[in-house]
């Protein structure tokens, strides 16, 4: 029977959209006060910067320069062009250069709670440059190397009185804390492991990925088991694709491919709901809609049109 044909499982830059989709779906319901268990939305980012570095033309300066203007400059389109404005304007954000300046890089939130992506992403494309070489050279001693490291940096960071109050000593430990999860989706993608794995594809397989996700989504809601992304995190990623190998609904597919591709500025822009200093103009928008699942719904979809206006804008810029 043909749903007995072992099938590569494919995994394409589709499914790192639906991945994409599903991850600012958990992060929209997440930061509405909707489960711990959604925590897994930022390692699913993480694991595919390190799964789409390796299909870079070039991993150089050049590249890393290129992926990192094009984070920043939409970024600061939305930053200085909606955020700032409307902090002036409430009242609640009083600006001085320095300040602005660190809001531009993550390093402070005052201006976008959510933006400390910004100078992980930046560091991510720089620390892969020497990383993504030896792992390619060395395989898992080289990837088990780094992941050692990263958590050394981390719990040394940690003995530091006060640490969380430092602006840089907070940023260097976002960094290391998530660099292990993307240096396997690095190893998974350079080594082809998942795309050279076969699978039938029929119900049992997709039942069994499910429970995978499942187990995994409820395994990262444990103390702790951030420290495991690197193992958590991939096994959730694979068993989402596999899933999505398996049922095609084409609706689905399309949405979740639609809000993966606008993802990223949806993750800055939903903070205009949050941040103090816009919070006052546009939470209200939202706070009346009941049940609170519809607001968050609703909070997505605004997200997703004023991304897509965004990237209109900037286009033509």
């Not at 907070?170 to 804390?177: E, R, V, W």
């Amino acid at each position: 029977m043909n749903n007995e044909i072992k099938q590569n499982i494919n995994f394409g830059p589709d499914k790192s959209q639906i991945l994409r989709g599903i991850a600012i779906i958990f992060m929209l319901f997440l930061h509405n006060g909707c489960g711990i268990l959604l925590k897994i939305c930022v390692p699913i980012f993480t694991f595919l910067v390190g799964y789409g570095y390796s299909f870079a033309k070039t991993k150089d300066l050049k590249h890393a320069y290129k992926r990192s203007w094009h984070l920043l400059s939409h970024f600061w389109l939305i930053l200085l062009g909606i955020f700032l404005p409307v902090g002036i304007w409430t009242g609640e954000y009083s600006p001085t250069i320095s300040n602005v300046l660190e809001n531009m890089f993550g390093l402070e939130s005052n201006l976008n709670w959510y933006s400390w992506y910004i100078y992980f992403y930046l560091y991510a494309m720089l620390i892969m440059l020497p990383v993504s070489r030896l792992i390619t050279q060395y395989k898992i001693p080289g990837l088990s190397i780094f992941i050692i490291f990263c958590y050394a940096v981390v719990f040394g960071i940690h003995k530091i009185p006060d640490w969380s109050s430092n602006i840089w000593l907070q940023a260097i430990h976002d960094c290391f804390l998530c660099s292990p999860v993307m240096f396997v989706g690095y190893y998974l993608a350079e080594t082809k492991i998942i795309i050279k794995t076969k699978i039938r594809n029929n119900w049992v397989t997709g039942l069994l990925a499910l429970i995978i996700i499942v187990a995994m989504f409820f395994v990262r809601g444990l103390p702790f088991v951030e420290f495991l992304d690197f193992i958590t995190v991939p096994i959730f990623c694979v068993a989402v694709v596999i899933l999505f190998n398996i049922i095609i609904w084409q609706k689905l597919h399309s949405l979740l491919i639609r809000l993966g591709k606008e993802s990223m500025n949806m993750w800055f822009f939903h903070a205009l709901f949050a941040t103090t200093c816009t919070a006052v103009v546009f939470a209200p928008l939202m706070s009346w809609i009941e049940p609170k699942i519809l607001m968050i719904i609703m909070m997505i979809i605004v997200s997703y049109y004023l991304s897509k206006a965004t990237t209109i804008l900037y286009d033509k810029l």
